[in-house]
């Protein structure tokens, strides 16, 4: 901790990353130095009173005061006055943070679901984040997952288009200091414009059950080349994807955009959803008693209308991926699930 | 002692006498009973939260168990602690004898709101055993409607039942204020604890209706799938925020008006002198009140409201700063050349202050718009609401127990003791919240179950305060037990108290006054 940035009010925050991020800072200067003052003159005050009134005898007699218009009139005015300065600083730097309805020289689409962010580009690049690898790898109680990159070039302004498929999330880059929710059955926006390179942290601030704290992605931000040669590297790679096998599309899937890997373990281990290790083939058994042999029919039916059979055990957690999932990614991930004896 | 003088403690015997009674003032203590044992219980999920806390990653329990405890601790805190606390107790056992009248309006009624409360708090107890609920304190929708269990209903209603109790509270004591006062108590002669009920019992009375209303909708779309909430039944997700909040903000008034009531009879008692400004700490606690009804939009800066409403929301927000500055000078000022005594409770009522005001200059960070973008949903927030609302409202509810401890039981709560849990608590809060202001400002979001390793050092500073501050609360638990079986008698006026609950004896007769006083001049006439 440096107790000397702390003082100097440049604060414990991250490093400003983005143009609008430095407009925040100076009115956060400004407030912990104000606050700091009235904090002074408020509390200081009390002290002083405390110990130069303190009660010595015991037929001490205090002051007959009642009120006192001056003083009660600019104890009211200056507050008023320096809340008023506060309430029009924030505004204008909300204004640079909001830019509803601009464009973006980037545009990302960014679907939030519990607990991923899927990043789609224009040109049909697809990140998902985060991925099934542990963040901290030699601690073996930790939770958090391994960010996945999104890449974004400098000096340009990114506009990223938010929704949800399932409850409420936020986009929140602490560098950046902005966020936005991210709704259901709405679109909202987070643009910025960066200014610094590197790796910045995604948080998920809005709660959204179990793994609300794993909801991350970092977006790294890099020059114009390099995010270039980025994209074209991924749009290469999609292609090399379509000549997969089925089983290693359906691995794709699974791990990627519909972000099964979430809830399903493939090694057995149960995280919120029964894991797929040996599940085709074999026996399930109903939280209603009834059970039946896993095969195509049962997981398709899972997907599509998950809370048919619940396995014993499980709570109904699993949402529908009716509409949002097509007839060949379903026999993908069928093959895929076929290989996780 | 030789005689045993006849008052309302021994007025009746038995259990049954206590269960069915209608005299305020043992309606006080069962409320004190009933809300210290969730209080005892809220404060347990604390302390396991804040365990759970102490080293990133897994450290005693999944991440489900977490969002539960988490869950709890607030719903109990909030729903059942805070919003009643000040008023339930201490309003009720001095809000009458204050004005000098006999016992509140309607006593049935009195009896009848704390029922509801029990029947409430069981029935949102209940789920602790039947189907936990991990939705967080706001039950936020689409989450609590279609992605969690249907543990949510029993909750939800549990706390519509709790909101009952509150607004019959409410309703009560805005008609004793204005019926049962004593000849020559005028409005501007009452005491500013019952301004600050009075001002309360308003924002209960038209405030909660709304909370009432939102959960039975999330209890309707819930159970019948009506489309209220839920985008997949073409409702709208974010206008459950705007009912939560339009009743939560004034909600968070609610919890530390009556505390500021308090403040103000403590700061004159201790410092022995007239209130400052006595007209301007009443009239801003209307203001206050009336305001609050037109803020909740400042919890909604992100939420994907318009841009106009969040500039709206902040400009609003930042009027309802002024009245609140106005208290804290105004007993400031009343300190001032005054004979000031530093016993216990004068000392909780100096945390109060030190606490609060911390806790409203970081609100004014919130307030404004383009910072909150950064801090909303951060540990700033959690350190702002708890330096606010538990620094401000616990102080207050300790002050208020050893300074009316004499008058309620006859006996003197020890001030050594009080000090002590002083010191414990006091300490504790900042070592406890403060560093969550920074954690903050690092971009740590709330509710985390799980954080990065950065976050470690300020979390386990924050874990040890409330082991702090939970041995401060033990110690204070420890002085009402000891003040009980061992404190001094303690006279009808210990602490030189001008108001009128120090005229009559402690603990006072059944029907308080044996001759109704008569007024003749203001509350706080030191010379
Ligand atoms: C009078 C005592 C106060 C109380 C009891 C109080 C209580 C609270 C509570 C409980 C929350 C958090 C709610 C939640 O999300 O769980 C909160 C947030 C907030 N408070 Fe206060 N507060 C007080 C004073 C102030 C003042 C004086 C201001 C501004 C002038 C203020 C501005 C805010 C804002 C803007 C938020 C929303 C922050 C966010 O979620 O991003 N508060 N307050
Ligand atoms: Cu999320």
Redesign the pocket.
């Known amino acids: 901790m440096n107790w000397f940035s702390f003082i100097t009010a440049t604060s414990f925050m991250p490093v400003p990353a983005t143009k609008e991020s430095g407009d925040v800072d100076n009115l956060y200067i400004f407030l912990l130095v104000s606050g700091l003052i009235s904090f002074i003159i408020l509390i200081g005050g009390m002290v002083i009173f405390i110990f130069k009134y303190r009660r010595k005898t015991e037929d001490q007699k205090s002051a007959y005061i009642t009120h006192n218009t001056l003083a009660e009139f600019l104890w009211s005015f200056i507050p008023f006055v320096i809340m008023m300065i506060i309430f029009a600083w924030g505004w204008s730097v909300f204004h640079d943070l909001r830019r509803v309805g601009e464009k973006g020289d980037v545009e990302v689409h960014v679907t939030a679901r519990q607990w991923a962010w899927t990043f789609k580009y224009a040109n049909d690049i697809e990140i998902n984040s985060p991925t099934d690898k542990k963040l901290v790898e030699n601690d073996p109680d930790s939770t958090l997952l391994k960010p996945e990159i999104v890449v974004v070039p400098v000096g340009k302004t990114i506009r990223f288009i938010l929704t949800s498929d399932d409850v409420l999330h936020s986009f929140y880059v602490p560098a950046f200091r902005n966020k936005m929710d991210a709704v259901p059955g709405r679109r909202t926006t987070f643009t910025f414009t960066p200014i610094e390179k590197g790796d910045f942290t995604v948080f998920c601030t809005e709660y959204c059950g179990t793994k609300h704290s794993n909801m991350m992605a970092t977006i790294r931000v890099v020059d114009g080349e390099q995010f270039a040669a980025w994209q074209a590297e991924k749009i290469a790679a999609n292609a090399g994807a379509n000549n997969k096998g089925p089983a290693e599309r359906g691995e794709a899937l699974f791990k990627g955009s519909l972000g099964c890997s979430g809830c399903h373990s493939i090694d057995g281990s149960r995280i919120v959803g029964p894991s797929f290790k040996g599940l085709y083939g074999n026996k399930r058994d109903f939280a209603d008693g009834s059970s039946v042999v896993a095969d195509d029919a049962y997981i398709k039916q899972s997907i599509l209308v998950p809370t048919a059979k619940i396995v014993a055990g499980f709570p109904p957690a699993m949402s529908s991926f009716q509409g949002r999932i097509k007839e060949e990614e379903i026999k993908d991930i069928i093959e895929f699930i076929k290989t996780l004896k | 002692m030789a005689h045993e003088q006849h008052n309302y403690l021994n007025h009746q015997k038995g259990i049954w006498s206590w269960l069915t009674t209608l005299d305020h003032k043992r309606i006080g203590i069962m409320y004190f009973i009933a809300i210290m044992s969730f209080f005892f219980l809220g404060g347990v999920f604390a302390l396991l939260v804040r365990a759970e806390l102490f080293t990133p990653g897994k450290t005693l329990f999944s991440a489900d168990v977490y969002n539960r405890m988490m869950t709890y601790h607030g719903a109990i805190m909030v729903f059942m602690v805070i919003v009643p606390g000040i008023p339930a107790i201490f309003g009720n056992f001095v809000l009458p004898i204050m004005i000098g009248a006999k016992d509140v309006a309607f006593p049935r009624l009195n009896l009848m709101s704390w029922y509801m409360l029990m029947i409430g708090a069981a029935i949102t107890g209940s789920t602790l055993f039947l189907e936990n609920v991990d939705t967080g304190w706001?039950f936020y929708t689409p989450y609590s409607s279609i992605k969690t269990g249907l543990g949510v209903i029993p909750m939800v209603l549990g706390v519509f039942i709790i909101g009952f109790s509150s607004i019959l509270t409410g309703l009560n004591f805005i008609v004793t204020t204005h019926k049962l006062r004593a000849p020559g108590m005028t409005m501007n002669r009452i005491p500013l604890m019952v301004w600050a009920l009075y001002s309360t019992a308003i924002l209960q009375v038209l405030a909660t209706p709304v909370l009432a209303i939102t959960l039975l909708l999330l209890i309707a779309e819930k159970t019948l799938g009506v489309g209220i909430f839920d985008p997949q039944l073409g409702g709208d997700p974010v206008l459950f925020q705007h009912f939560f909040w339009f009743y939560s903000h004034p909600a968070?008034?609610i919890?530390?008006l009556p505390a500021m009531g308090v403040i103000s009879e403590l700061v004159a008692t201790y410092s022995r002198k007239i209130i400052f400004g006595y007209t301007a700490i009443a009239y801003s606690s209307l203001a206050i009140a009336g305001v609050s009804f037109l803020v909740w939009g400042?919890?909604m800066?992100v939420s994907g409201q318009s841009e106009f409403a969040g500039i709206l929301f902040s400009f609003i927000?930042?009027l309802?700063?002024v009245p609140?500055a106005i208290k804290l000078f105004n007993w400031i000022a009343t300190m001032y050349k005054g004979s000031i005594r530093l016993d216990a409770p004068m000392l909780f009522a100096i945390g109060f202050m030190f606490l609060f005001t911390i806790?409203?200059l970081t609100?004014?960070y919130?307030?404004s718009t383009g910072m909150?973008v950064h801090?909303?949903?951060t540990y700033f927030?959690v350190a702002?609401?708890h330096y606010?609302?538990v620094g401000?409202t616990l102080m207050a509810l300790m002050g208020a127990l050893i300074y009316w401890f004499p008058k309620v039981t006859g006996k003197i709560y020890s001030d050594l003791t009080g000090r002590i849990s002083w010191v414990f608590i006091f300490s504790g809060f900042n070592v406890t919240f403060f560093p969550q202001f920074i954690l903050g400002n690092m971009g740590m979001p709330r509710r985390y179950y799980d954080y990065l390793p950065t976050f470690t050092e300020l979390n386990q500073m924050s874990t040890f305060g409330s082991w702090l501050i939970g041995t401060g609360f033990l110690v204070g638990l420890f002085g009402v037990i000891y003040a009980l079986l061992k404190g001094k008698e303690a006279g009808n006026n210990p602490f030189g108290g001008k108001t009128l609950e120090w005229t009559i004896p402690s603990p006072p007769p059944h029907e308080n006054f044996d001759k109704t006083p008569v007024l003749t001049g203001g509350p706080y006439e030191y010379r």
Do not use: K, Q
Request: hydrophobic share 50%; proline share 0%.
């Open positions: 706001t968070v008034y919890m530390i400042h919890h800066f927000t930042m309802v700063g609140t806790g409203g609100g004014v919130l307030a909150d801090f909303h949903d927030v702002h609401f606010v609302m401000g």
